[in-house]
């Protein structure tokens, strides 16, 4: 957030953090429109939200108009004061909407959102993103999205209930969704790599429980490696230096059970490492006391060790986990740039912010703005944010915070305001700046006017009532829709759990529990009706009679809520019970201190609220006395409540303890007789009869084992033996079934062969093989056209008739197999699942080529760019090589031995001028098996590694470098001596040769894990380099053909118009009169269409002409490349060229036709080094003359002036000065080798020394050394 801000990157940050000295809010401020917004000509389409789609009322920001909110508020269900919010928010790219309780907050955000998705294409605004405090909120109002039938709707999160939202949910999308190649193969080698990794850790983790038995083996290694000299002394001599029958762990064993007779000491480094020498002499002479000392600096390192590797590994699969999660994290974004909404909480963006950053959204709104932290809210303002709506109310529950200490109810926590929200702070202002315009939402339609009375008189003024609720009915059961039951019974003292900031109240939970009974009585209230409220959580869980423990009875908590104030904000019921609990002669209020609370504690009710609370603890906060001012006004305050029975009008009670109910209010009505036989009929709805049934099962007469109040259903007594139709015996049946034993599934295992395909299955005995619905489970057999076993099973891959008497047609599952096959151009395999001969298409793993400068970034299919760093191959015997990096070495391989030491201490067992093998010690390693020499099949521990030293390759595998490097064939790149060492370079020119692989495990060989080998793999990483460049090239031919073709069908309208013109002309009789006047200038300009189709001719011949240039030059120097076929590919492009030059709308194109008469002629330079193939002495001399005169024709074009003129004027004449000029072709060594035969050879084998003699094309005697002479003085 600090490097956004210091980059400028914070959207919004002259409003939300103002500079002082920017006059910018010193007064009241004016925001402009969102910047997408700021064109005059741009302006919001409000038809989505009007009554008359057709009444065209639209919104410019820059420019509203006086009636708007008028017509809108006509034309739409929004009040005035949500249409002047509306228009606020669409015409601010900084906005600010309070809403007080039931001003349809939510409504109008589902308007405001209606209207931004449909001009989201136009206004270029992204995915818009929806931030709530709470997950309830954010399903609610992503709901009333999708009922008003937006579909591309995600929800980030798993912690939704809504069930509406579970095909809508981000990680169900993704998992569904499709991932390129490259993705599954990342997927697959990562978790593979840690699978592996997990299975080392255990291995690590054993050896550390091991370590603690003390096992030999745990400390084999390690001794073997760093004190050779101690382990050889356990590996089988005893103290004399005899060799000894007894076994290494058995020795080793007895030696550390002597090691714990001694005690515990520390020493300093210096007698520590006496000890260790002295070990390293004799280990059986340490005293008891020394043992345990060596002992325990043994397990000490070794611990060090394992924990190194152990943490090493931690680290690695950190980096393994971040690719797999950079793979998710790519799908989520692809599927969340598809959408019109995001929805997401707070903590949920903060998550996942890394993804959102990338989504390019303009808007983003935040619901219950108020609730959200400042922090939370700064971090949904991604820098690509150019519109931000914020509504919520500043006057209700502030943002939640774990330390009290820290937030504004404390008088410390003043200085930080941490639950102070960023809506709070701008709508109130702060010192210095005043208050940010906001729009106040003011008609609400919840609460009855007795109720939003309260805090109408006490925090919103400007709050209205809507005739909605001005006729709401009155409480069914009470005397009063409002009422204060005032109580001085005090709260109960707090125990050893509760001594925190939980309080409780037992009379007031009594009371609540036999209030919430009688209203429940009346039969009027379902469970969404009710709800009780308290300000600490401890209240509804208290035990021994209270709370949840008293309304459990009877099923009452099913009917009714009961919430804590904080977590019920954003809800709403229509009869609303609240235990205010504090009641102390010390009159404190608690948490019911802060108008907040008491704003959302008062405000929740539609049709009633009933308080029961001590009035003098209260009375001294300011709020709560305003209130009871109001409730004495009406008389609705008072000891006791007023009940009033719905049945008999006239007649009321007055309750004021728990037991008032059952006496006055029996059953929730009154004292007079019911004519119900058991409970009221009210109390029928409310309640479950608890008393056991009456009545008996029949026939069976077995009694019903249910309450009274519950229907008895079937009988599920248990029937024990019964004999089934099928013969079986069924252990134990349910009454009802055993009534039927026809209808009794047996579930008895037997082999029935099925009719429609023969096979034998093993079913349960009540299935019937011969329906048509039965799904026959055998394994198909049949192998696949790809070589695969089919995956399906006999009913899948069986068929439907094709006609009632026709033949059965298989359809055969598709092949679930990896593919596996390797790619032409890499070492790669196809992650695909099997093909069959549809091709694997390309490469889409990332590039493997790297060097100690950079790491290639591509993927492997596209060629990589080379490093032209220089070379850091080089050692004191043969110096450093010349090239670049990327280029095969120029210097001879050294065969010397490194003579630096190892880590252990040890000399290197590689080659001078290669890195040092760690781990790879001789001596202190445990590779001593390792099969090092492939040719004499030689372990490590077995070889001099002053004449034969290790390559250690990037796999792990190492060999000695004479044996790798027969298998790597380095004498096709070095000459090498009588004594095998390397002398000289040796010509290498192989073009489809690929890198060099592991003897053991095929994998390719690294260039930067060893250099000696560069020289191969350099020209290997070459020839692959070019066959994807080819490939790319060959890919990007077709394209544009393919486009030539469209472009060319297209402009037939105006090519049959070409024509039609001159075929009128034609029979008019001109045709004399028009003779050498071109008839492309009687016809206006080129169309778009021809222009496009000769341009694309002309990056089509421009891109053959590139790869006919270098196959031409790799034809010369390589001579294993087919010349012939070069050739022929250069003859066909010439004829392209000449018909591109011949046609008529080319002329148009002065440019175009110079720069094609350049390629002409930089072929027909080149050919003229292939005149060894059949043909080509005669063609290349008419070639020559054809290009001299397209060069003169492009000397005279260039002279009419166009773009770049003089450059293609420069370029002509070089040419043609390249064309006059004698021509000599270099002599190849083989070629000199022939010469030189020839000259001591004469006809018929006899050896001469005038050349050898051969016929010419007329018959006469030729020398060769002439013949040579000849040609070389006429070219």
């Known amino acids: 957030m600090q490097r956004m801000y210091s980059e400028s990157r914070l959207p919004f940050s002259s409003w939300i953090v103002p500079d002082p000295r920017n006059p910018v809010r010193s007064e009241k401020p004016e925001v402009p429109p969102p910047v997408y917004a700021r064109d005059p000509d741009f302006g919001f389409d409000l038809s989505p939200i009007l009554s008359d789609k057709l009444a065209g009322l639209s919104l410019t920001p820059t420019n509203i108009a006086p009636n708007l909110h008028k017509s809108l508020s006509a034309l739409t269900s929004l009040d005035k004061g949500q249409c002047d919010a509306l228009i606020f928010a669409l015409s601010q790219e900084f906005c600010l909407i309070q809403g007080p309780h039931g001003t349809g907050k939510s409504y109008l955000g589902v308007q405001l959102m209606r209207v931004l998705v449909s001009n989201k294409a136009r206004a270029n605004l992204g995915p818009i993103v929806v931030v709530c405090y709470t997950n309830h909120a954010l399903d609610q109002f992503l709901e009333h999205l999708v009922d008003q039938g937006m579909d591309k709707v995600i929800r980030i999160g798993s912690k939704s209930s809504s069930e509406a939202m579970e095909g809508k949910n981000l990680r169900a999308i993704a998992r569904e969704a499709d991932k390129t190649g490259g993705e599954n193969y990342t997927l697959g080698t990562c978790h593979s790599s840690r699978e592996e990794m997990e299975k080392n850790l255990q291995k690590k983790f054993g050896a550390l429980q091991a370590l603690n038995r003390r096992y030999w083996g745990g400390f084999d290694h390690h001794l073997r490696r760093m004190y050779p000299g101690i382990h050889a002394q356990f590996s089988g001599k005893d103290a004399e230096g005899l060799i000894t029958q007894e076994k290494v762990p058995d020795r080793f064993k007895r030696w550390v059970q002597e090691s714990t007779k001694g005690n515990t000491q520390i020493h300093s480094v210096g007698r520590l490492q006496d000890i260790i020498e002295k070990a390293k002499r004799n280990v059986w002479s340490l005293s008891d006391n020394d043992r345990k000392t060596l002992m325990n600096h043994l397990m000490q390192e070794i611990r060090e060790r394992i924990i190194d590797g152990i943490l090493d590994d931690f680290r690695e699969d950190d980096a393994f986990a971040k690719q797999i999660r950079d793979v998710y994290d790519e799908v989520d974004r692809r599927i969340l740039a598809d959408a019109d909404v995001i929805g997401v909480t707070t903590s949920g963006l903060a998550r996942r912010i890394s993804v959102l950053r990338h989504i390019e959204s303009r808007v983003v709104i935040c619901e219950e703005a108020g609730e959200v932290l400042e922090a939370h809210m700064l971090s949904a303002l991604i820098p690509s944010v150019q519109h931000l709506i914020q509504i919520g109310d500043h006057q209700q529950l502030r943002p939640q915070i774990v330390n009290h200490k820290l937030s504004m109810e404390s008088h410390s926590g003043d200085l930080y305001q941490l639950d102070r929200s960023q809506f709070e702070r701008m709508a109130l202002g702060e010192s210095g700046l005043p208050a940010f315009p906001t729009s106040q939402l003011n008609v609400q339609s919840r609460m009855r006017p007795e109720v939003s009375t309260l805090i109408r008189n006490t925090l919103y003024e400007r709050l209205v009532d809507s005739d909605t609720v001005k006729n709401l009915p009155n409480v069914v059961g009470m005397g009063k829709n409002v009422f204060w039951l005032d109580h001085e019974n005090q709260e109960d003292a707090a125990d050893q759990e509760s001594r925190g900031r939980s309080k409780s109240n037992k009379w007031e939970v009594a009371m609540t529990h036999a209030l919430v009974r009688h209203i429940v009585r009346q039969g009027v209230y379902s469970s969404k009706d009710i709800a009780v409220l308290t300000p600490y959580g401890h209240e509804d869980t208290t035990p021994n009679g209270t709370g949840h423990a008293l309304l459990q009875k009877k099923a009452m908590t099913k009917l009714l809520r009961i919430a804590t104030v904080d977590n019920f904000q954003g809800e709403e019921a229509k009869v609303i019970i609240i235990s205010l609990v504090r009641s102390n002669m010390d009159n404190k209020v608690g948490f019911l201190k802060t108008s907040n609370r008491i704003n959302v504690l008062l405000s929740r009710a539609k049709h009633g609220m009933y308080l029961i609370g001590n009035s003098k603890t209260y009375a001294n906060v300011s709020m709560w006395s305003n209130v009871l001012g109001m409730l004495r006004m009406t008389d609705s305050i008072g000891h006791k409540f007023s009940l009033h029975c719905d049945c008999h009008q006239e007649t009321d009670a007055m309750v004021a303890t728990p037991e008032d109910f059952e006496i006055l209010s029996p059953q929730g009505g009154c004292r007079k007789q019911c004519d119900h036989k058991c409970h009221s009929d009210a109390l029928h709805k409310a309640f479950k009869c608890p008393l056991p049934c009456p009545r008996l099962f029949h026939p069976c007469e077995h009694d019903c084992p249910k309450l009274c109040g519950e229907p008895c259903g079937l009988c599920m007594t248990a029937v024990h033996d019964i004999q089934l139709p099928c013969g079986h015996i069924k252990a134990k049946v349910p009454c009802h079934e055993s009534q039927s034993p026809e209808k009794v599934k047996c579930h008895v295992l037997v082999k029935r ?214 298998h790597i064939s380095m004498h096709d790149a ?131 002409y590139t790869l006919m240039n270098n196959l031409l030059q790799l034809a010369k120097t390589h001579r294993h490349v087919a010349a012939t076929e070069a050739v022929n590919d250069a003859r066909k492009l010439l004829g392209s060229t000449e018909s591109f030059i011949g046609d008529p709308v080319s002329e148009s194109f002065p440019a175009m036709i110079v720069e094609v008469k350049l390629y002409y002629a930089e072929i027909a330079l080149l050919l003229r080094t292939h005149r060894g193939v059949p043909g080509m002495e005669t063609e290349t001399a008419a070639y020559g003359a054809k290009a001299t005169e397209y060069l003169q024709e492009a000397e005279r074009l260039c002279g009419k002036g166009f773009k770049d003129a003089d450059e293609l004027l420069k370029a002509a004449r070089e040419l043609l000065k390249l064309l006059d000029e004698k021509w000599y072709e270099e002599v190849t ?47």
Request: proline share 6%; hydrophobic share 25%; aromatic share 6%.
């Open 1229 to 1275: 060594s083989k070629e000199l080798e022939a010469i030189k035969l020839a000259m001591v050879s004469g006809r018929g084998g006899i050896s001469t020394h005038s050349g050898h003699w051969y016929n010419c094309e007329n018959g006469h005697p030729v020398s060769l050394a002439i013949h040579l002479s000849l040609r070389s003085g006429h070219d």
């Open 974 to 1104: 070095y000459r090498t001596g009588q004594t095998g060492e390397y002398i000289a370079l040796s010509r290498s020119s192989s073009l489809s040769q690929f890198i060099p692989r592991g003897p053991d495990c095929q994998s390719p060989i690294q260039q930067y894990v060893t250099q000696r080998y560069n020289r191969v793999i350099n020209q290997a990483v070459l020839d692959e380099t070019s066959k994807r460049f080819m490939e790319m090239v060959a890919n990007l031919a077709r394209k544009i053909s393919r486009f030539n073709a469209e472009a060319s069908h297209k402009e037939q309208p105006v090519r049959k118009l070409h024509d039609a013109t001159a075929k009128a002309m034609r029979a008019a009789g001109i045709d004399s009169q028009m003779e050498g006047i071109s008839i492309g200038y009687h016809i206006p300009n080129l169309s778009p269409d021809q222009r496009i189709v000769t341009g694309g001719n002309m990056k089509f011949l421009k891109l053959h």
């Open 753 to 966: 062969a099925v009719p429609s395909c023969g096979h034998v299955a093993k079913v349960p005995c009540f299935v019937d093989v011969s329906c048509k619905t039965f799904r026959c489970g055998e394994p198909c057999q049949q192998i696949l056209s790809c070589g695969h076993k089919c995956p399906g099973t006999c009913y899948n891959c069986a068929s439907q008739l094709q006609k009632e008497a026709g033949p059965k047609k298989t359809m055969h599952q598709k092949c679930k197999v990896i593919c596996g096959r390797k790619y032409g151009s890499c070492h790669h395999t196809c992650p695909r699942t099997c093909h069959g001969g549809e091709g694997c298409g390309v490469c889409h793993a990332k590039c493997e080529v790297r060097c100690a400068h950079s790491k290639c970034p591509k993927k492997c299919y596209k060629a990589c760019p080379p490093c032209v760093e220089r070379c850091t191959w080089q050692c004191e015997h043969q110096g450093q090589c010349a090239l670049p990096c990327a280029a095969p070495c120029n210097r001879l391989p050294c065969s010397n031995r490194c003579t630096k030491p190892l880590r252990c201490g040890h000399q290197c067992p590689g080659l001078c001028g290669e890195r040092c093998p760690e781990g790879y010690c001789q001596i202190c390693s445990d590779k001593g098996d390792a099969r090092v020499d492939m040719l004499e099949f030689k372990s490590y521990s077995e070889i001099g590694l002053d004449e034969s030293p290790i390559v250690v390759l990037g796999c792990g595998h190492f060999f000695t470098a004479e044996a790798l490097d027969g």
